[in-house]
């Protein structure tokens, strides 16, 4: 079975606080993802990487960034957390020759 | 410009009645379609693609390319059916990654 890993499951951070989730998957995907996931909004995709050290925006890269210095970790970062960030924030990885995109159990970040 | 539109956010209907989760998209080359759920705490999984043609706990989709449409159909709705649907799309808008819909909240009822 593919694994995609959010080591963080559950945080809670002060505004202004530097935040970082972190995102590992054990098949060798050249595709990572990340999304937040909002009721009413679905899922939005801010930052996608094809391979390491590779980064693309997506829909709402706006206050995020995102580090891939490794093909099995993909992390995000919030250099400067905000209350708006507070939100479901869900890792994913594909191969390049699959047709499926596999998912992490989720980050739930509440920033205070 | 990519799209995909889930109509309904909540359906209710009762145990086994038939169920159809309304997705339409929109995109000008060839889609790959996409059916995806979200059981109570549980992470997002695929149910069903339109390139296999599969069937999946009794759900079925079909690619519907003149109206744009790829609907999700049950012919008896099932109490555990009730969970989170996101109908998704893949294209050349950001290399692999998926265009959602805002989702369709699935209640069966006894």
């Known amino acids: 079975d593919v694994k995609v890993t959010q080591s963080s499951r559950y945080l809670v951070k002060r505004t202004g606080e530097k935040v970082f989730l972190e995102c590992v998957q054990d098949?060798?995907?050249?595709?990572m993802f990340w999304y937040r996931q909002d009721p009413g909004l679905g899922l939005r995709l801010i930052y996608f990487?094809?391979?390491?050290?590779?980064?693309e925006k997506g829909d709402i890269p706006e206050g995020y960034s995102v580090s891939r210095e490794k093909k099995e970790r993909f992390s995000l970062i919030l250099e400067s957390a905000s209350t708006n960030q507070t939100s479901m924030y869900l890792c994913?990885?594909?191969?390049?020759?699959?047709?499926?995109?596999?998912f992490g159990e989720g980050s739930w970040l509440t920033v205070v | 410009a990519q799209r995909v539109t889930q109509p309904e956010k909540l359906l209710s209907v009762f145990k086994g009645a038939p169920v159809e989760l309304k997705c339409n998209y929109s995109?000008?080359?060839?889609?790959?379609l996409f059916w995806y759920v979200q059981y109570s705490r549980q992470r997002l999984q695929l149910l069903l693609r339109h390139i296999s043609r599969e069937s999946i706990k009794g759900f079925t989709a079909d690619l519907n390319k003149g109206e744009t449409s790829f609907h999700l159909k049950k012919p008896f709705a099932q109490e555990e059916d009730s969970a989170m649907y996101y109908c998704?799309?893949?294209?050349?808008?950001?290399?692999?990654?998926?265009?959602f819909g805002k989702g369709t909240s699935l209640l069966v009822t006894p």
């Open positions: 990487s094809y391979d390491v050290k590779m980064k």
């Open positions: 998704a799309l893949s294209g050349t808008h950001s290399g692999y990654a998926l265009n």
């Open positions: 995109y000008s080359g060839s889609p790959e």
């Open positions: 994913a990885s594909r191969g390049d020759s699959g047709n499926t995109i596999y």
């Open positions: 098949m060798d995907h050249e595709n």
